[in-house]
């Protein structure tokens, strides 16, 4: 491997071994507590969130397909990743404005972030993917990112979970439909609901909403590109066999 590649395969390595860290006391504690919150909500409210969620998200991996930027495959790695980066930073700058614009309003307007922001999300995993090299009109393509985008936003029970289909993804791929839909909502909305309220409750509030749905959507999308990232990192290395 060269230089660029070598390390990269090492942050690879490090945030792996980061991911499978077993929870922590306070982690399971943490989640504890939101389990028992989402049992007093009622569950006709958990159904139309479920619902709300399953068509936005839906509406990307099935719907029509972004336009997306692609990159040549005869462009080295390291070039193909500085490139990534920026779009992601770009990313980043747009989520940043909407959080701060959305969060100014408060209560009412903060509903208004929730699914535009996850567009912004999803837009930005599918560009991630095609610069990668991967065809996003492939539905198991589609699934892969829906994979990572959960990987990024659950607790870390669950990662544990999803990493191991991500590690696996080959020969998880193969087992999978070449359409339809067996996906768990209602326990992805929950996982991603949780996240989302510990990293952005305080945007709901008048006049400091703005600066926190600045800071919150810009440290999201951020942790959300690294991920994707890290990610697509997998299937490189292991397409070169340098992942047994």
């Not at 972004?66 to 500085?82: C, D, H, L, M, P």
């Not at 009109?137 to 979970?161: G, T, Y």
Request: hydrophobic share 45%; aromatic share 12%; charged share 25%.
């Amino acid at each position: 491997m060269l230089l660029y590649e070598e390390i990269a395969f090492y942050e690879m390595n490090a945030w792996l071994r980061k991911v499978k860290k077993h929870p922590s006391i306070f982690n399971r504690m943490t989640k504890g507590i939101q389990h028992k919150i989402n049992d007093i909500i009622p569950d006709k409210i958990h159904q139309a969130i479920t619902f709300a969620i399953e068509k936005m998200v839906k509406g990307v991996l099935f719907g029509s397909t972004y336009i997306n930027t692609t990159i040549s495959g005869e462009v080295a790695f390291g070039k193909r990743e500085a490139k990534i980066k920026h779009k992601i930073k770009w990313y980043q700058r747009t989520a940043s404005v909407e959080g701060a614009v959305t969060g100014a309003g408060g209560i009412l307007m903060g509903f208004v972030d929730f699914p535009a922001f996850l567009a912004i999300k999803m837009k930005m995993l599918f560009e991630v993917a095609s610069m990668y090299g991967h065809d996003v009109k492939d539905f198991k393509e589609r699934l892969f990112i829906l994979h990572v985008f959960q990987l990024a936003f659950c607790s870390q029970q669950k990662r544990l979970e999803v990493i191991k289909v991500l590690e696996n993804w080959s020969s998880h791929k193969a087992t999978l439909p070449d359409q339809g839909d067996s996906f768990d909502w209602r326990s992805f909305q929950i996982e991603y609901r949780d996240y989302m309220d510990l990293a952005k409750l305080a945007q709901l509030i008048p006049v400091i909403g703005a600066g926190v749905g600045a800071i919150a959507n810009w440290q999201l999308s951020d942790h959300l590109g690294k991920t994707a990232m890290q990610c697509y990192r997998m299937r490189y290395f292991e397409q070169k066999g340098a992942i047994e």
